[in-house]
């Protein structure tokens, strides 16, 4: 800004109208700063239940803070989107360390089961959101749930039972594309 809106030639007090115009870029930059929101890109790869809730957890959340999501979903990662598998997303033991049983008894008959029970018990028991009721809110809340086509055409999924929200025919140079755009890149 030049000295000449500052002050007059004279040295005296700037002008209302060299004012005026300092508070119109004022506003201006204050503006520019408060639009300055961000932008999350998640990719979601995984289609079990403990995997299912990460990238739902995040974008809502995300969400929340008023920054734009797209979680693009592909190979199983389609599971959590699509309405029916959704609802029987599974937990493996085997190779999971932190699971509380131990990881052969996962190799045994009936151990996933086992593993699956156990985790669906503890969401119950501590009144955690499912799956169906992070993807509601998630698209209640603006998230762009995608589901990648050749992934959908690969398993032949039909796209008509995802839920209903779910952006389709998504491929990944709209992914790549999204994620080059965003603040924050993750692969889930």
């Given at each position: 800004?030049?000295?000449?809106?500052?002050?007059?030639?004279?040295?005296?007090?700037?002008?209302?109208?060299?004012?005026?115009?300092?508070?119109?870029?004022?506003?201006?930059?204050?503006?520019?700063?408060?639009?300055?929101?961000?932008?999350?890109?998640?990719?979601?790869?995984?289609?079990?239940?403990?995997?299912?809730y990460?990238?739902?957890?995040?974008?809502?959340?995300?969400?929340?803070?008023?920054?734009?999501?797209?979680?693009?979903?592909?190979?199983?990662?389609l599971?959590?989107?699509?309405?029916?598998?959704?609802?029987?997303?599974k937990?493996?033991?085997?190779?999971?360390?932190?699971?509380?049983?131990?990881?052969?008894?996962?190799?045994?008959?009936?151990?996933?089961?086992?593993?699956?029970?156990?985790?669906?018990?503890?969401?119950?028991?501590?009144?955690?959101?499912?799956?169906?009721?992070?993807?509601?809110?998630?698209?209640?809340?603006g998230?762009?749930?995608?589901?990648?086509?050749?992934?959908?055409?690969?398993?032949?999924?039909?796209?008509?039972?995802?839920?209903?929200?779910?952006t389709?025919?998504?491929?990944?140079?709209?992914?790549?594309?999204?994620?080059?755009?965003?603040?924050?890149?993750?692969?889930?």
């Open positions: 800004m030049s000295t000449d809106s500052q002050s007059g030639d004279d040295g005296t007090a700037p002008s209302r109208e060299a004012l005026q115009e300092r508070i119109e870029q004022l506003e201006g930059q204050v503006a520019d700063l408060e639009d300055d929101s961000k932008k999350m890109s998640i990719i979601a790869t995984k289609g079990s239940l403990d995997m299912a990460p990238p739902l957890i995040l974008a809502s959340t995300a969400a929340a803070f008023g920054w734009e999501v797209t979680v693009f979903h592909t190979f199983w990662g599971d959590i989107l699509h309405e029916d598998r959704s609802k029987d997303l937990v493996s033991a085997v190779g999971n360390p932190s699971m509380p049983m131990p990881n052969a008894l996962g190799a045994f008959p009936g151990g996933d089961r086992l593993a699956t029970w156990y985790m669906n018990r503890e969401i119950e028991d501590n009144g955690t959101a499912t799956i169906e009721e992070l993807i509601d809110t998630s698209l209640e809340m998230v762009d749930l995608q589901a990648c086509q050749m992934t959908a055409d690969l398993f032949g999924y039909d796209t008509d039972e995802f839920y209903d929200g779910v389709t025919d998504v491929g990944a140079a709209t992914a790549l594309q999204d994620m080059a755009d965003a603040d924050i890149q993750l692969l889930v």
